[in-house]
Nanobody, 124 residues
């Protein structure tokens, strides 16, 4: 089992920045690829970004490319999502997820463990 706890969400004005963190406990964190997803009100949960177990491979939703950066610190069992130039359309609950593979992508089916989510609200 892997337990995931997100933090760092909040209310920010458009153009601002937030850094989300996801702390993992349980099994060896470095064995898992990690991803961030989000779910806006009335919409399905969607992929945002993913990072391989080593941190060398990353994937992004096209809409966030150039604004968001996913990273990980295996020594701290933590994955991050740095979000810059935030837009009202980025408002959602953000979830981190762990996949028991070395590289995972956009499909939610690839992920085995999920956090409870953290709310991000971007005001215009």
């Amino acid at each position: 089992q892997v337990q995931l706890v997100e933090s760092g969400g909040g209310l920010v004005q458009a153009g601002g920045s937030l850094r989300l963190s996801c702390a993992a406990s349980g099994r060896t964190f470095s064995n898992y690829a990690m991803g961030w997803f989000r779910q806006a009100p009335g919409k399905e949960r969607e992929f945002v970004a993913a990072i391989s177990w080593s941190g060398r491979i990353t994937f992004y939703l096209e809409f966030v490319k150039g604004r968001f950066t996913i990273s990980r610190d295996n020594a701290k069992n933590t994955v991050y999502l740095q979000m810059n130039s935030l837009k009202p359309e980025d408002t959602a609950v953000y979830y981190c997820a762990a996949s028991s593979t070395v590289v995972a992508g956009k499909s939610q089916d690839e992920y085995d463990y999920w956090g409870q989510g953290t709310q991000v609200t971007v005001s215009s």
